[in-house]
């Protein structure tokens, strides 16, 4: 069974910094692609930034230039470096991979972390 479990939450004050990470572990052949997604109450879920195989990376306009993917191939890990977070960045972070697992091919979700920044 392959999982994602995501760490690095937390509580901090608008300006501050938190750095998140995502493990990925099971059965896993490739990994083609991974990303950070948020959800905010009543909001749609959408993407904070992602890296593929190739490690090109994407970012939302909201978070460029203060976010930054990055991608530890060997620990089957991606990271998200926030920086200068502000009280909008408030929400729950899921990580997603795209990938190819032993009798699986698909995305998989983590369970998600609470990023909560006080103004």
């Known amino acids: 069974q392959v999982q994602l479990v995501e760490s690095g939450g937390g509580l901090v004050q608008a300006g501050g910094s938190l750095r998140l990470s995502c493990a990925a572990s099971?059965?896993?052949?490739?990994?083609?692609?991974m990303g950070w997604y948020r959800q905010a109450p009543g909001n749609q879920r959408e993407l904070v930034a992602s890296?593929?195989?190739?490690?090109?990376?994407k970012y939302a306009d909201s978070v460029k230039g203060r976010f930054t993917i990055s991608r530890d191939n060997a620990k089957n890990t991606i990271y998200l470096q926030m920086n200068t977070l502000k009280p909008e960045d408030t929400a729950v972070y899921y990580c997603?991979?795209?990938?190819?697992?032993?009798?699986?091919?698909?995305?998989?979700w983590g369970q998600g972390t609470q990023v909560t920044v006080s103004s």
């Open positions: 997603n991979a795209d990938l190819t697992a032993w009798k699986y091919r698909g995305d998989v």
């Open positions: 890296i593929t195989s190739d490690y090109s990376t």
């Open positions: 099971g059965p896993i052949i490739r990994i083609n692609a």
